[in-house]
C-alpha cells in the first residue's frame, strides 16, 4: 500500500492552524498512525486509529478520516511543533510510511 | 522505555554489518520489535520484524535474503545482521517497539524508538 503526503514542506508561523494530508492507495479503513520526528531523534507516536491521540500528546493535534484519505491539523503550532510529520498504514503487511512532511518557520 | 542502537558506520559495498538494539524500562520479549530506516529519499522505510518470543520474522522484500533479524531476551537485545550491502542501504537504522507480542495486521505500529545509528554504505 502506497501512502502519500501533501505538502512536502509547510510553512507557517507561531499560532497558525496547520493541516498535513495522507492518501493510501487502497482503503486502510482508520489503520492509520501518524508520527513526529525533530533532528537526531527518533519517531514519536501522536495518533493511532486515524484520530486516538496517544497519552500525553497535546490536544493540538487531532487526526481525521477513514478509507483512503487522512488528515493531520495542528491548532495553534508551538516552536516545539517544527518537525516532520510521517503517516503510516498498519492494515497490511508491509507497513508503510508517507514520504513525511516538514512543518517549518516561516 | 529506552531503546538505544548501536553498531552503524561505514562499510564497503557488498560487506556487512551487525546493529544492535539495547531495550530497558519494559519487559522485553512481551513486545515484538522492529527495525525502520530513514533515508533522504526514501523517507521511512520499514524493513524487518520478530515477534516477542523470537519465532516468527518478517521483512519487507528489500532486504529478504540479505538482512536477519534475532533477539535475545535474556539480555533484552535486538540485533540486525546485515550482508550484501549496497549504496542504497545507506541510511539511518532505528529500533522501534511494537505495542504486542505479535506486529500483525492492524496491530503493527511503533509505540518507542531509539535515536538511530547511521549507517553508510560507500567505497
Known amino acids: 500500500i502506497q501512502m502519500t503526503q501533501s505538502p512536502s514542506t509547510l510553512s507557517a508561523s507561531v499560532g497558525d492552524r496547520v493541516t498535513i494530508t495522507c492518501r493510501a492507495s487502497q482503503n486502510i479503513n482508520i489503520w492509520l498512525a501518524w508520527y513526529q520526528q525533530k533532528p537526531g531523534k527518533g519517531p514519536k507516536l501522536l495518533i493511532s486509529?486515524?484520530?486516538t491521540l496517544e497519552s500525553g500528546v497535546s490536544s493540538r493535534f487531532s487526526g481525521g478520516g477513514s478509507g483512503t484519505d487522512f488528515s493531520l491539523t495542528i491548532s495553534g503550532l508551538q516552536p516545539d511543533d517544527f518537525a516532520t510529520y510521517y503517516c503510516q498504514q498498519y492494515k497490511n503487511y508491509p507497513w508503510t510510511f508517507g514520504q513525511g512532511t516538514t512543518v517549518e518557520i516561516k | 522505555v529506552q531503546l538505544l542502537e548501536s553498531g552503524g558506520g561505514l562499510v564497503q559495498p557488498g560487506g556487512s554489518l551487525r546493529l544492535s538494539c539495547t531495550a530497558s524500562?519494559?519487559?522485553?520479549?512481551?513486545?515484538?520489535m522492529n527495525w525502520v530506516r530513514r533515508t533522504p529519499g526514501k523517507g521511512l522505510e520499514w524493513i524487518s520484524g520478530?515477534?516477542?518470543?523470537?519465532?516468527?520474522?518478517y521483512d519487507a522484500d528489500s532486504v529478504k535474503g540479505r538482512f536477519t533479524i534475532s533477539r535475545v531476551n535474556s539480555k533484552n537485545t535486538l540485533f540486525l545482521q546485515m550482508n550484501g550491502l549496497t549504496a542504497e542501504d545507506t541510511a539511518v537504522y532505528y529500533c522501534?517497539?511494537?505495542?504486542?507480542?505479535?506486529?500483525?495486521?492492524?496491530?503493527?505500529?511503533?509505540?518507542?524508538w531509539g535515536q538511530g545509528t547511521l549507517v553508510t554504505v560507500s567505497s
Open positions: 522501534a517497539k511494537g505495542q504486542q507480542v505479535y506486529c500483525t495486521t492492524t496491530s503493527c505500529l511503533f509505540d518507542s
Open positions: 520478530i515477534s516477542g518470543s523470537g519465532g516468527t520474522t
Open positions: 486509529l486515524a484520530s
Open positions: 524500562g519494559f519487559t522485553f520479549s512481551d513486545y515484538a
